[in-house]
């Protein structure tokens, strides 16, 4: 049930696992009609926090901060107009929903404690794997925002480095609608920098390297609906902005390893009465 050598080796060289078929349709179909129903739930008029890449201290708000351990809805940049109407409907201006839907949710949670991903992360060598973070992510016709290109060990950090991304395709993704793209072997860059709280309030990056990604190398990961992305915490990946006019829906966990330290100044923080849990 697991990943064989072969899938090892090129989980090892590239940095990321491609797995088509992962997820049946009948399965990809049960998170988009419960995603849809959730987002039914929210009054976009209760709050309004905008999810992005490219100004992220900017736009990290208390709402965000404390989601962790929540399930919380983000605007697309572009959902407002400039008087801070929502140009279309709710359910085509969310940007995504999180960070504790695998938790709080029964459908994500059956979803996420697929006894096929607690063989990946044995697989990996992940000697105690906790389901951390939890995004539905929308990329939104038209005005779907763009990723830039990051390591998602800047956002999850522990000490040593342990997070894996399993990134779900519950739409085929394309390049046109913003399917993700990343760097083979980039993983073995080193981390360029860290996200973390800081003392006198706020967030902000730690930086090691400043030198950019390598915008040269970069490969666009097209896959059909179902399939299944794995990927090493410090691999380079991105993607871009969806101006077609289909979305681009997907599934993303974020396990680690309990074996690591998880330090206090991580931004993705969770009630102690509620701390992550294994498969
Ligand atoms: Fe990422």
Redesign the pocket.
Known sequence: MGLSAAQLADFDRDGFLVLEGFASPEACDALIARAAALVETFDPDSVRSVFSTTDQTRTTDDYFLSSGDKIRFFFEAEAHDEDGNMRGDKALSINKIGHALHDLDPVFDDFSRDPRLAAIAAGLGIARPLLLQSMYIFKQPRIGGEVVC?Q?ATFLWTEPQSVV?LWFALQDATLENGCLQALPGGHRLGLKKRFRRFPEGGVNFDVFDPTPFPDTGIVPLEVPRGTLIVLHGALP?LSGPNRSDRSRHAYALHLIDGACHYPADDWLQRDPAMPARGF
């Open positions: 990051h998602d991304g990946h």
